[in-house]
């Protein structure tokens, strides 16, 4: 008999794979979106939470996407989602372009940091033969400063 119990469980969990299929089909419906790395659900209509770039990422899941990502891309594309993901940073989580190495804020101010090309000089630290003055030799750095009220590790 244990055949036909085996039997009802798997029709069971057959269904229930079913349905949580038709609640994702009715989510998706609804405008709702799923980050593909921590699969927690977003509103569509909010540009904020989630960034586009074939793949759907969470801000938060952000810290550990990107590298990850950016080592499986081609170079041209990694520059054309670099600048997308600049952007989205900039206007949507208060991110800061960093044009010079120098001015770069204290590790302990910023929630995150990353390097990307500069769109200006397509990485070449070049304009025509003079330096680019919008990087610091090919590369920018978008930082997102840490917010008021979260916890805060004093430099050491």
Same mark, same amino acid.
């Given at each position: 008999m244990p055949d036909e119990a085996d039997?009802?469980?798997?029709?069971?969990?057959? #269904?229930?794979? +079913?349905?949580?299929g038709h609640l994702k089909d009715a989510l998706?419906?609804?405008?709702? #979106?799923?980050?593909? +790395?921590?699969?927690?659900?977003?509103?569509r209509?909010?540009?904020a939470a989630l960034f586009d770039c074939g793949d759907l990422v969470c801000?938060?899941?952000i810290h550990e996407w990107w590298p990850r990502r950016c080592a499986e891309l081609a170079v041209k594309d990694r520059e054309i989602i670099e600048r997308r993901l600049v952007s989205w940073l900039?206007?949507?989580?208060n991110g800061?372009?960093?044009h010079d190495l120098r001015k770069m804020p204290e590790?302990?101010?910023?929630?995150?940091?990353?390097?990307?090309?500069?769109?200006?000089c397509n990485g070449t630290g070049a304009q025509g033969h003079q330096r680019c003055p919008y990087c610091d030799g090919g590369s920018i750095w978008v930082v997102v400063p840490r #917010?008021?009220?979260?916890r805060e590790t004093a430099p050491e």
């Open positions: 039997k009802g469980l798997l029709e069971r969990l057959a #269904r229930i794979e +079913r349905e949580l998706g419906l609804l405008g709702v #979106r799923r980050c593909c +790395r921590c699969q927690k659900f977003f509103r209509a909010d540009g801000y938060p899941c900039v206007t949507h989580h800061q372009v960093i590790d302990h101010l910023q929630e995150l940091r990353i390097v990307a090309t500069c769109g200006e #917010r008021r009220g979260d």
